[in-house]
């Protein structure tokens, strides 16, 4: 009986390691996704300012706001999403790291 326990949590183990790996590969996936956005928000906002009619000056600090609020923005968001995923995969880790301790218990 505890050979088939210890195969399970072999078993069990090894779907959570695979869990994490999945996790990591979209919290990854998710940052370039961000990234990409934020790449395409602040090829938006480049229209707007070079339409702008206002001195040089006046321009320029239209400009940096405007590239500053949207890089900003997308930067809090990236920064939220990936610390979820950061906390799942820790959590993740930390289950994995209980199975492998019971199996080796058990074993």
Do not use: I, N, Y
């Amino acid at each position: 009986p505890q050979k088939s326990r210890a195969e399970d949590l072999g078993l069990k183990a090894k779907a959570l390691e695979k869990t994490v790996a999945s996790w990591q590969h979209m919290a990854t996936e998710a940052a370039r996704t961000l990234q990409t956005a934020a790449q395409a928000t602040l090829r938006q906002t480049e229209p707007l300012t070079k339409t702008l009619t206002l001195s040089p000056r006046l321009e320029c600090v239209a400009r940096s706001r405007l590239t500053a609020t949207s890089a900003s923005q997308l930067h809090q968001e990236a920064r939220a999403a990936l610390t979820q995923a950061s906390s799942s995969v820790q959590a993740a880790t930390v289950t994995v790291m209980g199975a492998r301790t019971l199996l080796a218990d058990l074993e």
